[in-house]
């Protein structure tokens, strides 16, 4: 039954961001385990399905993939236990399960988790554009690994539009023109699509060099995330 209290959500959650600026992977995960267990002591369900939401991706970027699809089983189970089906916490554990589902290499299962997110996002008056921006960025880059182009290009020009109500939204932006001009090159090879690389490139680097952007440890993870695309298609950033 628990006690009744709740676990401290908030620092869990600097705590870890602490552990992933160290790049510290076994002390994050014992962080994670160590709250979760709290979490179950305390009865605190909606505590639980934030630690199983921040385990879906500290195991997606360490690539333990039966830890991860564990992770994604226990918050879905979650949300039908506290009724959230149609909450914004819902569409974040959504989207968090499907974007852990490509980086395995599921992008149908992905696809299907992401079009759950939208149902719940697009019926959200409240929800924040930039909450869309990643949903539509993320269910592009699974159009465009099942080879669903036209459908990837559609969903990448909203995820540019909801950025661009985004104070900072630069960032996003030239991530997503770089899915862009991936998707091109895959779909019509390099030579065919060379201008169109370019033009998406080049509006690419601009937003990176934005003056008004700080240039703090998110600035350099995006740029250090970029950085392979550029190299590729012949840049130097």
Known sequence: ???????PQQRIIQKMDEYMGRRD????????LYWLE???YCGDRRGELMVRNEMIGHYRKTGEK?????????ALRLLEAL???GSISAGTTYVNAATACSAFGMDGRALELFEEAREVYENS???QPQLLGGLYNNMGLACAALGRFREADVLYRMALAQMEKVSGGELEQAITLINMAEAAEREKGMEQADREIADLMDRALELLETPSLPRDGYYDFVREKCAPAFAHYGYIL
């Open 66 to 74: 039966e830890k991860a699809f564990e992770s994604i089983d226990q």
């Open 38 to 40: 709290e979490a179950k």
């Open 25 to 32: 992977y076994a002390g994050a995960e014992r962080h994670l």
């Open 125 to 127: 008056p409240a929800v």
């Open 1 to 7: 039954m628990g006690d009744g209290r709740s676990i």
């Open 83 to 85: 009724d959230y089906r």
